[in-house]
């Protein structure tokens, strides 16, 4: 097939003060497509010409595989074919925004992590035109974001929308947490239904690699019998305890983080899945898989990855990206909007931003519905700590 357009880039557009481009990256999480639409039309209704890197971090270094790098992001159906006549790239995003998934990504691009292809990121910046930049992400994108700062002189005026799964920077609500609770938990329950109709002890590997409140709030809700968070290590006797308490119940939901000592499976059970170590770890405690009761794990799954998002989140993404362009007017930059309740939103500036892997204190009691004290008192004892819970 013949290439019938040369697409052209940003640079090729008339010079712009209000050129902004869209760098979404991290994890998928209900909602990216959400804020993109926000975004969009936030921005446009303020002036700024839109464009959205196509595959993340990578659209901006040499290691780009997708053509075209760019893509100009509006809001109607006209100026999609005003733009395509001139052979600009552009998609109209006002019809996606209930969409799961996201149409500017790619698998992760570790390549960031090298400082020269953030050179050339920031150099491709400057010749591109773009005098604004906004990041979409979780924590690791919000790092990518901050070194590729480090990179960028002059620096332009620049913000960070969270939106991430695990819900893992302070001081915001991510958008895609509340959704990807709301399929987590229904995963869970429906699993804890299965146990109690068979009699069985399941072991639910849920997502959260190092922060806990995704498998947290799922396992509260669904009213899982433990909650095993990525931070755990427990102890012989906890687990002698706990094997035997799940021994005698009549069925089991338990919910395990992802993260759950990650370290230690590489080293002594490559390739298990964290709820896989932890059925081992109460097998040896003393929790025995038999034709009458089964002890089952569940390995880690991404089901809840293609949910739409739950329309409060659609919300939030509207104020958070009204609150951002709202800043940049004001003249800030390097700023994150936040939005934890209807009436408590805000930005903040970038170096008050910091991951939170810690969970809520007031939870720390819900973690455990069958009798162990001995878990309860680990507990106590170990997390409710400033250090280890907020
Ligand atoms: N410390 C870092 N330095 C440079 N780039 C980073 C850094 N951390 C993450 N990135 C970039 O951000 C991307 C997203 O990070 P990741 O941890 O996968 O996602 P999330 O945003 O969901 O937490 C990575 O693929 C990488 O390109
Ligand atoms: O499915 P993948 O791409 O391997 O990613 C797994 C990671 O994504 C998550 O599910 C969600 O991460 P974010 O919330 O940071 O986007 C993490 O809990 C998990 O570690």
């Known amino acids: 097939m013949t290439n019938l357009v040369e697409f052209g880039t940003p640079a090729a557009m008339p010079p712009s003060e209000r050129r902004l481009l869209l760098v979404f990256d991290g994890g998928n999480a209900p909602g990216y497509a959400s804020v993109a639409v926000a975004l969009t039309e936030e921005a446009s209704r303020r002036g700024y010409e839109v464009w959205a890197a196509t595959e993340g971090f990578r659209s901006l270094t040499p290691d780009a595989t997708n053509e075209p790098r760019f893509e100009r992001l509006i809001v109607s159906r006209r100026e999609r074919y005003a733009l395509l006549a001139k052979g600009i790239p552009a998609r109209s995003m006002g019809r996606r925004v209930l969409d799961a998934g996201s149409d500017f990504r790619s698998e992760r691009y570790l390549g960031f992590h090298d400082a020269q292809n953030r050179r050339a990121a920031a150099e491709t910046l400057r010749t591109q035109g773009f005098s604004h930049l906004v990041g979409v992400g979780g924590n690791g994108t919000f790092e990518g974001l901050r070194a590729l700062l480090g990179e960028i002189s002059p620096r332009v005026p620049t913000g960070f929308v969270n939106v ?53 709030h799922c396992g509260v809700a669904a009213r899982a019998h433990l909650i095993v968070l990525p931070f755990f290590q427990f102890p012989e006797a ?103 309740a209807s009436n408590d939103v805000g930005v903040r500036p970038f170096h008050l931003i910091a991951r939170e892997d810690r969970v809520e204190r007031a939870f720390l009691p819900l973690l455990a519905r069958l009798q162990i004290p001995g878990f309860s008192t680990w507990i106590r004892d170990n997390f409710t700590s400033e250090k280890t819970s907020l």
Do not use: C, W
């Open 164 to 216: 991430s799964i695990d819900n893992d920077l302070a001081g915001d609500r991510a958008i895609g947490f509340l959704s990807g609770v709301e399929a987590g938990a229904t995963i869970a329950r429906g699993l804890y239904e299965d146990a109690y109709t068979h009699k069985r002890i399941y072991l639910l590997e849920m997502m959260g690699n190092r922060s806990g409140r995704h498998a947290l």
């Open 238 to 340: 906890v687990l002698r305890e706990t094997a035997a308490a799940l021994s005698q119940a009549d069925y089991a939901l338990v919910v395990v983080a992802e993260g759950y000592e990650r370290e230690r499976r590489a080293r002594e059970m490559p390739g298990a899945s964290a709820s896989e170590f932890l059925r081992r770890q109460l097998e040896a405690a003393g929790l025995v898989d038999s034709a009458q009761k089964r002890v089952i794990a569940e390995p880690f799954s991404r089901y809840l990855r293609g949910v739409r998002p739950a329309f409060l989140e659609i919300s939030a993404a509207y104020v958070k990206a009204s609150l951002l362009f709202d800043a940049f007017e004001e003249g800030r930059t390097e700023i994150m909007p936040f939005v934890l």
